[in-house]
């Protein structure tokens, strides 16, 4: 709603105010706005219009006199009434209370407003877990369906668990990663997310407890909150989740399920060691405890791969095992996979065709072609060897303009840096000043609501110039009286 991809044209004859009144009016006539449309506020539409204030306001001032529009105190100005119910006797659907009662939850108010930055090419992307543009490699995907176009491709609905091939392709990919997994137990889903989100509809039943690493990039999504699921969070350190306790929360909490990130965690960046791993299976051996192990970060190290996946070790099936290209190749494909038991990725696949008739063909064709030709092994070690330079260059910015206000882990793999302030700073109110300074942050209580200390750096998306300029614009803003923590929080 906040997104107007419209500027006035300042040489026309038109005056500006008349300008911006028809585009507001023809929004609500068109029905893009409805009756209940909470509109943007006066300083964001003169900010994204380009125009003084008072020009909105004159143009405003005009729709609420037409009976369109209406303020109201402490809640902005809504659309009222639109130009045919203005017209007629009968009133269009009240759209906002259907838009309320979706079953799926909103995004938090912070990330709708990260995701809207997002699209602005303007602003410099400090925190997005994405590779760089730069490095996604356009040219040979192109050579790929160039070299390959009168190979036979379906451009038709493939199997329910996803192209044959493409799953061999994995399967034998996966065996080198030491996890025996046939073809009939990999289902393709469109990235890692989907397949949450089917684990979640798909195994579980509402009111299920599911816990997770606390931080974790499941506080940032509502996969499991939507399906009705309570998340609770488990203390993490450095070798990963903390096992003590959890046996006794699967007890005391009737857990159905652990989701974990063992390598290169989203957001902090840790490896679970070896022993870590060991034990956690254990437990969750000893309580029955299903294990959803995302490893889409595992491609992506620097020095030594990390330890085996747990799913390498499970010959009894507790583990649901996730991964996906989206971080290693490109997330536009949208082509991740899972791995489990039979019977519950027969499940799972089902539900997947309930839901969207498979993944895309011409996607998966694509991935099979990487992998199978060991060009995506190739591609990897270009791509570890492009993000270790990176996280070196990120890593002496901070030594150079953090080190009195922050602390930081080396991460030894992955996209992240667990930036931790050392100064009483708000991130909420960093995040915003930050913004009006055109840097994108993702501030720690996205991942942890508790977590006022913490920024999730990224050194995979932005530029070196733009990381190097913008990490140093923000050390200045942190060291800045005004986005000191103020006792409202
Ligand atoms: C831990 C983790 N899992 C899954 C995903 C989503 O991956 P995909 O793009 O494959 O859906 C992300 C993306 O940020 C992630 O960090």
């Not at 949450?196 to 499991?224: A, D, K």
């Not at 989701?259 to 956690?280: C, D, K």
């Not at 996205?446 to 140093?472: C, F, P, T, W």
Request: net charge neutral; with cysteine.
């Amino acid at each position: 709603m906040q997104e107007l991809h419209w500027k006035p044209e300042k040489k026309s004859s038109v005056p500006l105010h008349q300008q911006i009144y028809d585009y507001l009016k023809r929004k609500i006539m068109y029905g893009e706005w409805t009756v209940g449309t909470k509109i943007p506020t006066q300083r964001s539409l003169a900010k994204q219009f380009d125009v003084n204030r008072s020009t909105v306001v004159y143009a405003l001032e005009g729709l609420i006199a037409d009976g369109l529009l209406q303020t109201k105190v402490g809640s902005g100005t809504e659309v009222v009434n639109n130009t045919w119910s203005l017209l007629s006797s009968t009133s269009s659907p009240d759209w906002k209370s259907y838009v309320s009662s979706g079953i799926y939850k909103p995004n938090i108010d912070m990330i709708q407003e990260i995701n809207r930055a997002e699209a602005d090419p303007t602003i410099i992307r400090l925190g997005t877990g994405e590779l760089s543009p730069d490095l996604l490699p356009n040219k040979k995907m192109a050579e790929i369906f160039h070299d390959h176009y009168d190979e036979n491709f379906s451009l038709g609905y493939v199997e329910p668990k996803g192209r044959l091939s493409l799953r061999q392709a994995i399967s034998k990919y996966l065996h080198s990663k030491e996890i025996v997994a046939s073809p009939e137990s990999i289902l393709i889903v469109s990235g890692g997310l989907q397949a949450l989100q089917l684990i979640s509809i798909g195994l579980l039943e509402r009111g299920s407890t599911i816990l997770h690493e606390t931080p974790s990039y499941l506080n940032s999504i509502h996969v499991f909150q939507s399906a009705g699921m309570n998340l609770l969070g488990v203390p993490l350190d450095m070798d990963g989740i903390k096992c003590d306790e959890i046996e006794y929360l699967k007890r005391q909490r009737e857990a159905a399920l652990l989701y974990t990130i063992p390598s290169f965690h989203n957001p902090t960046g840790a490896v679970m060691s070896e022993s870590r791993r060991a034990e956690l299976l254990k437990v969750s051996q000893n309580a029955s405890l299903p294990i959803i192990e995302d490893d889409v970060y595992r491609e992506l190290w620097f020095d030594v791969p990390p330890p085996s996946p747990l799913k390498a070790k499970d010959p009894q099936g507790n583990v649901l095992y996730i991964g996906s290209v989206s971080k290693t190749l490109s997330p536009g494909l949208r082509i991740g996979w899972v791995v489990g038991p039979e019977p519950v990725i027969d499940r799972l696949a089902d539900i997947k065709m309930q839901t969207d008739y498979g993944s895309s063909s011409l996607s998966q064709f694509a991935v099979e072609k990487w992998i199978s030709s060991g060009l995506y092994e190739h591609f990897l070690k270009d791509i570890r060897a492009e993000l270790k330079a990176r996280r070196d260059f990120t890593l002496q910015i901070l030594q150079n303009y953090f080190s009195e206000i922050a602390t930081w882990n080396i991460p030894q793999g992955g996209f992240y840096i667990w930036l931790q302030l050392t100064i009483d700073t708000s991130t909420r109110t960093l995040f915003e000043r930050a913004l009006t300074e055109r840097i994108l942050l993702n501030p720690g209580f996205i991942y942890d609501k508790q977590n006022h200390k913490h920024l999730r750096i990224s050194y995979s998306y932005a530029s070196m110039e733009q990381l190097e300029s913008g990490l140093v614009q923000l050390a200045q803003l942190i060291k800045q009286k005004n986005t000191r923590f103020s006792p409202s929080e």
